[in-house]
């Protein structure tokens, strides 16, 4: 079969080219073609030419398409179709062999990523060779049963007078609702679990008692009217194949993924089971190459995808959740990360041999009853809090501590990793959360909250030394470190089930994604939040995933030899620059300037220099194929519209590319694949005083202090993160969330202090001047931060405690015992 190809444009002069669902930058054809091997050329310089051995032959190539003709012609497997076009169009190299495809080094270069989403690693026709119909059967089997079983406990004909508490979620009769079906009671269908409740557009909130709907309505009722109204109408559009018209129903615009959910169950035909718009577009730009489906309102966007299905007849007889898997296992649109915990099934893990013969994990805190009811994370808090806060003795940040374990669990996802644990060295096994994800189980004696996964016990193993913090918390993070420490001591005697995971940190793909939008980022925050190690850790991960010829690790460990001589290579290959920003720098240090230099005859002249980002966007636009990134640490410290000066307006993504002259004459313009991370501390300057022009041409990333690191672990007996929890709960009531403290100070080799000594340096050296200059001297107000046994208010100074002594108040002062 022929194969369309798609060639877009940038704005910088880029050519884009999509066919067979992956996606290329394009070498021009210089109006001749070089044939070796079995590819064609548009450069004599490409070292593939050197490999193949031979003399090359030449071709002209007067419309500069023949590179375009020839993967016209047939699909990548179709060599005989290639080699046909090839003898008819004469292409053959030295030794008269007929060619077959283009070179994918100076011709068609792959790309990872297209408009911030991932190109598929491999191509549209090998999917479907090697994707496996049959293996869908029992899915398939299992989302007609649940549509089935949601057409008769609503019928299409019930919907033009059914009552608001026959839909929405929150009331008594919640489990009943159309909206707990949609969203927990089908897990064999097109998932929309998690996020934010408004995406059902009405529901009852149990925190305040309250009917949650859009401010253009008078009451619950009027708006279910106007909501159930708009369900009529689009199943009707649905009904006729007019799915863009759905886009315009007022109503149902707050709720797409729900929306297109339902319409999904009623017609199943009518439109594909992917709920997400973003996941719309992103399969519309692999499977067309538009590059304007990123632009398509969701329904739109569905009719797009739907025809482009509907137009290859590879998929004719298709199921459309056949289809709805393939295009998830072909190339799955969601962030890449996993999300891996760890679990302990009760103490000493007493439930351990229950959660292994049953395929889950457990927990307890079973008086918060089951976690579906609720419609929101407000509601659950607050919730949780009655439920739970009398066994934590009224300690805010202690309940705020444990909720946020139990939600986290709650938030798995299938394909999510639990490490499920005894005591402080032991793992038991590690299971992957499957389709079911979390269930509440009434038939258990306690521990009734469960996550259901496939148990891996190969990963049994005692760690080679203790974490502490395991001790006092039930659910908790893994870090890509430790997890790595895992799975290198699991048994090596059943590889094939290993879980495939490279534990990727999720700040780095919304750091990623922002760059892919706006191509320069500040991430902001107070001081000691880790923005420059984890700009760092980002820098190495982002650049080693894309240049992949340099052999880096992208996980090294911060701060290990193998670390600082990936960044080294990095840096000796121009790839990654980094910089500091003060008052004393200046536009002639960033863009270029006339610096004194000696002559010949020993006098001193002017002579220009380029700048430090004139040399990064040089380098950048010699090699258009490949990312280069550009930190500025102290972003704020230095005068950035002086610093940037003309640069400000070349920065627009649509303006990469685009020539200014500079005061010197000079053209000058960003290239598109430079890319500018920046950071800065929100206790010297609010984002809200950043230059105006400079914010709307920059992404922000908010980075604050993150108490869950610290969580468990003890100096004595105080908790170090319900210390700084409470702190900056009195922090954030008194001076905002800019001035909070960060858990770096905490960990001031990388790990947290774990002994009186250490921390009541911390505590001296560090946390108090810092707040001692947040409270302007005002002793008053030091004390609501610290307590009178800490802060003498008379006498303006902190008293002069021990360690031990010194410990022991912010233990009681801030309700940190552990």
Request: proline share 5%.
């Amino acid at each position: 079969m022929t194969m369309a190809v798609s060639v877009n444009e940038t704005s910088d002069g880029r050519r884009l080219v999509h066919y067979d669902g992956q996606a290329f930058e394009l070498t021009p054809s210089p109006g001749e073609v070089v044939c070796s091997g079995t590819v064609i050329h548009h450069r004599r310089d490409c070292g593939r030419l050197a490999e193949d051995g031979e003399a090359p032959r030449t071709h002209p190539d007067p419309e500069r398409d023949l590179w375009q003709r020839l993967i016209e012609s047939a699909s990548s497997d179709d060599g005989e179709g290639r080699q046909e076009f090839a003898a008819n169009a004469g292409l053959r190299n030295g030794r008269g062999g007929l060619i077959r495809d283009v070179c994918h080094i100076c011709v068609l270069t792959p790309l990872t990523t297209v408009s911030g989403v991932r190109v598929p690693g491999k191509s549209l026709t090998t999917a479907l060779a090697e994707f496996d119909r049959e293996a869908c059967a029992e899915r398939v089997a299992e989302a007609e049963a649940q549509i089935a079983q949601v057409v008769r406990e609503f019928p299409l004909e019930s919907w033009p007078s059914m009552p608001l508490e026959r839909y929405a979620l929150g009331t008594d009769a919640s489990k009943d609702s159309f909206s707990y079906r949609m969203e927990f009671g089908t897990p064999a269908l097109s998932s929309i679990r998690g996020g934010h409740a408004g995406k059902h557009i009405i529901y009852w909130r149990r925190n305040d008692q309250s009917w949650y709907f859009g401010d253009k309505y008078s009451d619950e009722q009027d708006a279910w009217r106007h909501v159930r109204a708009g369900f009529v109408e689009a199943f009707g559009y649905a009904a006729e194949g007019r799915l863009t018209d759905i886009d315009a129903i007022a109503a149902l615009r707050s709720g797409p993924m729900l929306t297109a959910k339902a319409i999904s169950v009623y017609f199943p035909d009518a439109i594909l089971p992917i709920n997400s718009r973003d996941h719309v577009r992103a399969f519309i730009l692999h499977l067309s190459g538009d590059t304007t489906a990123t632009s398509l309102d969701a329904f739109a966007a569905h009719e797009r995808l739907k025809q482009l299905i509907e137009a290859d007849q590879r998929f004719s007889g298709w199921h459309p959740y056949e289809i709805g898997m393939f295009l998830y296992g072909w190339v799955d649109p969601r962030p890449i990360s996993t999300t891996i915990l760890k679990v302990a099934p009760g103490e000493k893990a007493r439930y351990w041999d229950d959660c292994l013969a049953g395929g889950y994990i457990c927990v307890g805190w079973d008086e918060v009853g089951d976690l579906t009811n609720f419609v929101s994370e407000e509601d659950y808090r607050a919730a949780f809090e009655d439920a739970c806060g009398y066994e934590y003795k009224g300690n805010k940040s202690k309940t705020s501590a444990k909720a946020n374990e139990l939600w986290r669990l709650f938030q798995l996802r299938p394909g999510d990793l639990v490490v499920a644990n005894s005591g402080v060295k032991e793992i038991l096994a590690v299971g992957r959360v499957t389709e079911e994800g979390y269930k509440w189980r009434p038939e258990r004696p306690e521990y009734r909250h469960t996550v259901s996964v496939d148990w891996d016990t190969s990963y049994a193993q005692t760690l080679t030394g203790p974490k502490t913090n395991w001790g006092t918390v039930t659910v908790a993070k893994v870090s890509p470190d430790l997890w790595r420490a895992i799975e290198a001591g699991r048994s090596e005697d059943v590889e094939g089930t290993k879980p495939q995971v490279i534990p990727v940190d999720p700040l780095f793909e919304q750091i990623a994604d922002l760059l892919e939008r706006k191509g320069q980022v500040i991430r902001y925050g107070p001081p000691g939040t880790g923005k420059t190690y984890t700009s760092l850790r980002f820098a190495l991960w982002w650049l080693a995933t894309r240049l992949p010829e340099l052999e880096l690790d992208p996980g090294a460990v911060y701060g290990t030899a193998a670390f600082k001589r990936a960044l080294a290579r990095l840096s000796e290959a121009g790839h990654l620059t980094q910089v500091t920003f003060h008052p004393a720098y200046g536009y002639e240090d960033f863009i270029e300037g006339f610096r004194p230099a000696e002559g010949p005859d020993g006098s001193l002249k002017l002579v220009l220099r380029d700048g430090v980002f004139t040399k990064i966007c040089q380098a950048a636009a010699a090699n258009p194929e490949r990312p280069y990134l550009l930190l500025i640490d102290e972003i704020n410290r230095g005068d950035i519209p002086k610093i940037l000066g003309e640069l400000i307006t070349l920065l627009e993504p649509d303006k990469r590319g685009m020539h200014l002259t500079l005061p010197t004459g000079r053209r000058f313009a960003v290239p598109s694949n430079v890319n500018i991370l920046g950071t800065m501390n929100t206790a010297d300057r609010s984002i809200r005083l950043l230059d105006s022009a400079l914010r709307r041409r920059f992404a922000f990333h908010e980075l604050l202090p993150d108490a869950d690191v610290l969580e468990g672990c003890k100096v004595g007996e105080l908790d170090l993160g319900l210390l700084l929890r409470e702190l900056n709960r009195r922090v954030v009531h008194e001076l905002g969330r800019e001035r909070q403290i960060g858990h770096s100070f905490f960990m001031p080799s990388g790990k947290p202090v774990d002994s009186v000594a250490d921390l009541a340096a911390v505590i001296r050296n560090e946390v108090l001047p810092l707040l001692q200059e947040y409270a302007y001297d005002d002793y008053t107000k030091l004390t609501r931060f610290l307590g009178s046994t800490i802060v003498d208010v008379h006498e303006h100074s902190v008293a002069g405690l021990d360690d031990e002594a010194l410990v022991k108040a912010l233990g009681a002062e801030l309700e940190a015992s552990a």
